[in-house]
């Protein structure tokens, strides 16, 4: 993310996001794409096909749906390999399945443009219940990912005057 100069509520997109986008092939197997995430320290990205066009997304979440298959929430029994006993925990890349990622990906993903403003991003992850939105060209191609984070560091930057200006706005 910049360090932008513009108020809070004039940023966009373009100014939150992180260009340097990692992308994963659709065709990737599982345990390939965990190591990509796993060495470039994300905990998601986009899935891309053959054109570069954004048709989904691979997150930590997906790897813990793998992980814990219980639709209603509850912890994997311990039972079988992989052993998985709570939430935080995450199989070992080797222990995933050889299926590409498009099998697990999250698809439809939620995607903007460059232009949007960051009060209809942050609506946008909330309303989702996501930590990302993909920021992409015309021809829906990764350019950018806006986190949670890059969010919370734009608030974390706002001046105090502007800060206080936006909390008494109605």
Avoid at 44 to 51: K, M, S
Avoid at 107 to 120: H, L, Q
Wanted: glycine share 4%; proline share 11%; net charge negative.
């Amino acid at each position: 993310m910049r360090s932008p100069r513009k108020p809070f509520f004039a940023l966009t997109a373009e100014d939150l996001m992180s260009r340097n986008v990692i992308a994963i092939p659709q065709e990737m197997p599982l345990a390939a794409a965990a190591r990509v995430l796993s060495r470039a320290q994300i905990t998601g990205a986009p899935v891309v096909d053959a054109d570069g066009a954004c048709v989904g997304v691979v997150s930590a979440t997906d790897f813990l749906r793998l992980a814990n298959p219980d639709a209603q929430g509850t912890p994997a029994s311990c039972a079988a390999p992989p052993c998985v006993c709570s939430e935080w925990q995450l199989p070992e890349p080797h222990q995933l399945p050889a299926d590409e990622v498009r099998r697990y990906m999250t698809p439809d993903p939620v995607t903007v443009r460059p232009g949007t403003p960051v009060g209809e991003l942050a609506r946008l992850m909330l309303d989702a219940h996501i930590h990302r939105v993909i920021v992409v060209d015309a021809k829906a191609r990764p350019v950018g990912v806006v986190s949670s984070t890059d969010l919370i560091a734009a608030v974390a930057r706002t001046e105090p005057a502007e800060a206080a200006l936006a909390g008494s706005a109605p």
